[in-house]
């Protein structure tokens, strides 16, 4: 059996790494249940711990690559955890490596052509419901209950035979450079792969300093160069834009501010906007100074999950996102990354992240709410962004064309 590997793409992780032959496998189920695989051996081994990273506390020789599902906010914000929900995946898979190897060239096979069939997308929810329960949700926004929320819809591809994914990933990362783009192959406890072209970091640790970096607003290039730095403009004046992300820049500098020194929480920098290849984003970045004796596991719960994904006040607005979403984000809005040997570490937001597994591909895209959001046009946005992803599709497997498939 080939054996799972990690590549890390992109300037946000300050060099291209690629990771290969893991030592051992840790997952941690939705029941509790910490888990490892030894890849010499064969075998597993259930861990008794009131700590679900220690492996990660006690351990200052390896490389850990992995994921943090959205749903693991069931260990670390104060919520009705009574949801039921199937998830598919555990809260947490993390791959132990001895070494990583840098990645000298970004390659991938000749543009396949032989396929002819449509890719046909299949969204979770009605358009008509989905909209309704955006209403539903600026009515909590009129009354009080939140300020913002993200709200998503997931969409899935069926019978997608998987091929080629590395190689794809490759290609994917040479249409749009994400900062922050990871993929990883997983064999256990089932195999399925991820890929995440992420702009977006959740949270980088070096040495006493811990960054993060929300993003809020986005506005898509042209290659009309007024009709593109007009659409930039809009961008920056947009009231919508800015009251979102001016309310998780605060929620943000509280997080922080439970772990690390008194008065070294600063806001570095404000609504700066950072162009790509098709689309601007305007985002903030804040840093603090982290106190002494702080942990892996303290990091985690006190900021997770990302303040751009879920909303503010954050417990509630998960509260409402698992109330008004039909279905389980997982890994989706949860955060992927590398944890060095020093203990320094680098996690993006998995935005822009499709799951590929089972013969089909799921994917999700969300959307921030405000009083003065447009139910129609955030519907209209999510399908954007969501077509987005899946065009480089067409080029590289030869589909005719993209089809959304109305839900029944």
């Known amino acids: 059996m080939e054996k799972s590997k990690v590549i890390l793409i992109g300037e946000g992780w300050d060099q291209n790494l690629i990771f290969k032959d893991p030592i051992n496998l840790y997952f941690f189920q939705s029941s509790g249940i910490l888990t490892k695989y030894n890849y010499k051996n064969k075998s597993y081994a259930q861990i008794e711990t009131d700590n679900p990273f220690y492996f990660i506390e006690n351990n200052k020789e390896s490389y850990f690559c992995g994921y943090i599902s959205f749903n693991f906010y069931q260990l670390t914000e104060p919520i009705n955890k009574n949801i039921n929900k199937k998830l598919n995946f555990p809260l947490f898979?993390?791959?132990?490596?001895?070494?990583?190897?840098?990645?000298?060239?970004?390659?991938?096979?000749?543009?396949?052509?032989?396929?002819?069939?449509?890719l046909t997308i299949t969204p979770n929810s009605k358009r008509e419901n989905f909209i309704e329960n955006i209403k539903k949700l600026k009515k909590h926004i009129e009354n009080g209950d939140i300020y913002v929320i993200n709200f998503s819809e997931k969409f899935t591809v069926n019978n997608f035979a998987v091929y080629d994914l590395k190689s794809f990933f490759n290609f994917l990362y040479k249409k749009h450079p994400f900062p922050y783009s990871i993929y990883f192959e997983f064999e256990n406890p089932e195999k399925f792969f991820l890929l995440s072209h992420s702009p977006e970091c959740f949270i980088k640790k070096k040495g006493?300093?811990?960054?993060?970096?929300?993003?809020?607003?986005?506005?898509?290039?042209?290659?009309?160069?007024?009709?593109?730095?007009?659409?930039?403009?809009?961008?920056?004046?947009?009231e919508k834009e800015i009251s979102e992300l001016s309310m998780v820049v605060d929620l943000e500098r509280n997080d922080l501010s439970k772990i690390c020194i008194p008065g070294s929480v600063k806001v570095d920098i404000?609504?700066?906007?950072?162009?790509?290849?098709?689309?601007?984003?305007?985002?903030?970045?804040?840093?603090?100074?982290?106190?002494?004796?702080?942990?892996?596991?303290?990091?985690i719960y006190a900021t997770f999950p990302g303040g751009s994904i879920t909303g503010s006040p954050k417990p509630k607005s998960i509260e409402l996102i698992e109330k008004y979403e039909k279905h389980s984000r997982e890994i989706y809005t949860g955060i992927a990354g590398v944890i060095f040997p020093n203990r320094d570490f680098i996690f993006n937001i998995c935005i822009r992240t499709g799951i590929f597994h089972n013969e089909k591909i799921d994917y999700y895209s969300g959307a921030g709410i405000v009083y003065k959001s447009d139910p129609q046009k955030e519907y209209e946005e999510i399908i954007l962004k969501t077509k987005s992803f899946f065009e480089p599709f067409k080029e590289y497997y030869g589909y005719k064309e993209i089809l959304f498939e109305s839900k029944r």
Do not use: W
């Open 208 to 238: 006493d300093k811990i960054t993060t970096c929300p993003i809020k607003g986005s506005a898509n290039r042209d290659k009309n160069l007024n009709e593109d730095l007009q659409n930039m403009e809009n961008l920056l004046r947009s």
């Open 270 to 299: 404000h609504r700066k906007v950072e162009a790509f290849k098709t689309i601007y984003h305007t985002y903030s970045r804040i840093s603090g100074i982290l106190k002494d004796n702080i942990t892996f596991k303290d990091i």
């Open 93 to 118: 898979s993390f791959l132990e490596f001895k070494k990583a190897d840098l990645l000298k060239e970004n390659k991938f096979n000749k543009i396949k052509k032989e396929k002819k069939e449509y």
